[in-house]
């Protein structure tokens, strides 16, 4: 695979234990970091404060991102990501939102698709299976957008972060 690594940015703490599970029933479950809120899934990306440590927070691959989160909004992080220029990160939103309107402004802030949150067992795995192979296994990049370890972010507020 070529970037295995998942991020979850999500704040509930039932559907982090869910999508856990998901991930472990798809053999999956040591690809996956969790972040709380948005502004942790910003630090993660850069590499910065507690994230600094890239073997134990490496680079993900894919960034599963809820809408409505404390400190930043998925739609702030996106709009972050985007910003930074340096890296193409796909972001697939995962929501409880089935409103038009957030889809749209999802996507129009560099969403890479949108899921509303399966709530079967079943279909979360089968979600989970869905997007790994796809994102993670199957989708290119290339290579100049690629991340690798020692690929900086560029914090657009801050400058170039290694």
Do not use: C
């Amino acid at each position: 695979m070529k970037n295995p690594h998942v991020l979850l940015a999500e704040d509930d703490e039932n559907d982090v234990l869910f999508m856990q599970r998901a991930f472990e029933r798809a053999g999956a479950g040591q690809r996956l970091q969790v972040v709380p809120d948005g502004t942790d899934a910003i630090d993660y990306l850069l590499g910065q404060g507690k994230f600094a440590d890239r073997t134990k927070y490496p680079l993900p691959g894919l960034l599963l991102l809820d809408l409505n989160m404390p400190r930043k909004t998925g739609f702030e992080v996106m709009h972050h990501i985007r910003q930074s220029g340096s890296i193409w990160l796909p972001v697939v939103v995962v929501t409880a939102s089935t409103a038009d309107a957030d889809m749209r402004r999802a996507f129009e802030a560099g969403a890479s698709g949108y899921v509303v949150k399966p709530s079967a067992p079943l279909d979360l795995r089968d979600f989970v299976e869905a997007v790994l192979r796809y994102w993670t296994k199957w989708n290119d990049v290339p290579d100049v957008l690629r991340p690798t370890t020692s690929t900086p972010i560029v914090d657009a507020h801050r400058g170039a972060i290694t």
